[in-house]
């Protein structure tokens, strides 16, 4: 067993990857074999990811507020405190804050043998207004 007392400093998500101002908490990264990623992300209103994928999939867990979702192909949902999304391996997708609210999510994913555990591609271009 291993208690993490003291967090990682919290970063700014890299403009590459994201739309408007998002904050990213490393909450668990454990040592092999363990191929566990967990961040708290915090979305400021209208801010969102580019489109991406997972090796594994991903959770997302809403802790407050309300935001989107959409996978490639699909209508962007909504998705609010106490939802939990589960992202298939590989599906092309973004999330991120409603247009004119905060939104917190728990992102949970598994890295892949190499280690990945994201595929970035382009932003989104059609954010709901």
């Given amino acids: 067993m291993h208690i993490t007392r003291k967090r990682p400093d919290t970063l700014r998500g890299p403009a590459e990857n994201f739309t408007g101002t998002v904050w990213l908490d490393e909450i668990a990264a454990p040592a092999a074999p363990s191929r566990l990623r967990m961040f708290n992300v915090h979305f400021a209103p209208g801010a969102h990811t580019a489109w991406h994928r997972h090796p594994h999939g991903q959770v997302l867990h809403v802790l ?3 935001g989107l979702v959409q996978r490639r192909g699909g209508e962007a949902e909504s ?7 589960w992202i298939e ?17 728990l992102a949970v994913v598994e890295a892949a043998e190499d280690g990945t555990t994201v595929e970035w591609h382009e932003h989104v271009t059609d954010y709901p207004a």
């Fill in 64 to 66: 407050e507020g309300e």
């Fill in 79 to 85: 998705i609010r405190a106490g939802d939990t999304v």
């Fill in 89 to 105: 391996p590989g599906e092309w997708h973004w999330h991120g804050a409603a247009p004119r609210s905060f939104m917190t999510h």
